[in-house]
Structures are given as structure tokens and as C-alpha cells.
């Protein structure tokens, strides 16, 4: 046998063995990244002279490019976690951190910077103009944070891009339709489409379901863990109903203003 022959049988032996070694270790663990995370985080409400505590020292860490669920019985406290969490209020004790940096303490210009450039926000109800089409009221956002004259300057870029979000989302044949006709899944994922237009890396989704029948539920989450996939968003939902926080990574239970162990 030639060394080269010999080499090549010891090299192809070693490789086996190897391989061998690496298929009997344990794989490597999956590190990922906290994208949004609350410390001993209290809110309460005043009714007159009475005090409503809500949230009584929530902890939790949401990772990076994941769908996580917020799941409670009405009253809870989990749409009040979420309203906290896109800044549109204030915790009375504890902090809210996202991407490592604290931001319930911004000025109120820098709250509204985060949430027009990192998060886009769903609620419960649609709040789709009912004068302007389905491709209109996904624009309405560059609209207005841009004003008309830089609008009208990237107005075709931004066409494009509303255009490409709305056959993501299913609605590619309903771009001149009015929200009067459109049902109730179509105007859900209109509102959806509308809040990727500033292409977001967070998605905060108040109650998308709680309008909708089982069908156009399914509909609407079926969209979500494909925006999910397709945009590598991380979603942060709500809901009062488990059986739709199935599909999802993380879910997180509230009770009574607290996180259930």
C-alpha cells in the first residue's frame, strides 16, 4: 500500500471517529436574546379616592424573534403589561427594558420616536378609516410621520412597500377595497399590514382576536406566526382565550396582577 493510500485510510478513519464523538455529545444549548424584559413592575388605577392596584410586581423576560402570549382572565392586568410595554403608560414602581436599554423613563418625544420606529401596535379594534382604501389606511402611517411633502416624495417606495406587506398578509386582491367591504379577518390583517409599514422589530398585539369568529381568528394568527417566520418579528399578544396561545413559543400566565408560577 502506497503513504498516500495509507494516509487517506487513516484520515478517513479518524473523520469516523470524530464523527462518532460528536454525535454522542449533548447539543449545544440555544442562546437567545432577551428582547424586552420588565423588573418588579406595579401599576394601579384611582377610582375617586380608592386605589385599583393592577399589576402587583411583574417579572418577565420576552426573547428576541419569538411569539409570546400574555394569557388572563379579564381583569388580570395583561393589557395594562402590554399598553406598559409599547410606553403607552407609565408603571408606578419598576422598570421596563428593551434591547438592554430602560425606556419607561424616556421623554415623551423619545417614547413616540420608539414606537414609530421599533414597535408596531394591533389593538382589539381595527381603527381603519372608513373613507380611504385598504391600501390607504396602511399607508396612513409614513403620513403622518413623515408630512406631506417628504410623503409625496417617496410616496411610490412607499406604495411598493405597503403593497408587498398586504400580499404577505393575504390581501394583495383588496388593495382598492374600503374597510366596508372587507370582513372582519381582512380588516384585522389591514390593521396588521398597517403596523409592519414602519417595519418594526416588535409587534405588540392587544386582544387581534377578540372581534373575530373562530374562522377569521384562525385567519388572523395563522398571519401573525407567518409574519412571525417571514420578518423574524418579535410578537407580544394578548389574550383571554388559551386555546390561542397554543402555537407559541412562550406564554405567560397572569392572575390577580401577577405572573403564575
Known sequence: MSKFSMAAQQAASNAQSNAQSDASRPPLS???????????????YHKGKLEVPVLKGVD??????RFTTIVGQSGSGKS???????????????????????IDNLPARKKETLRNQEFGLIFQFYHLLPELT???????????QDGVFRYLGNRRKYRQTATEILELVGLGHRLTHK????????MQRTAIA??????????????????LDEE???????????????????????????????DSDQIIRLVNGKVAS
Open 60 to 65: 418577565i423576560e420576552i426573547e428576541e424573534a
Open 216 to 246: 377569521n381568528g384562525s385567519e388572523v394568527m395563522n398571519t401573525l406566526q407567518l409574519l412571525r417566520r417571514e420578518k423574524n418579528l418579535t410578537i407580544v399578544m394578548v389574550t383571554h382565550d388559551a386555546g390561542m396561545a397554543r
Open 80 to 102: 395594562t403589561l402590554l399598553h406598559l410595554l409599547a410606553t403607552l403608560d407609565a408603571p408606578d414602581d419598576g422598570e421596563i427594558h428593551y434591547n438592554d436599554q430602560r
Open 134 to 144: 385598504t391600501l390607504e389606511n396602511v399607508l396612513v402611517p409614513r403620513m403622518v
Open 194 to 211: 398597517r403596523a409592519l409599514i414602519s417595519n418594526p422589530r416588535v409587534l405588540l398585539a392587544d386582544e387581534p382576536t377578540g372581534n
Open 179 to 186: 374597510p366596508s367591504e372587507l370582513s372582519g379577518g381582512e
Open 30 to 44: 440555544v442562546v437567545r436574546k432577551t428582547a424586552m424584559a420588565t423588573h418588579g413592575l406595579k401599576k394601579s
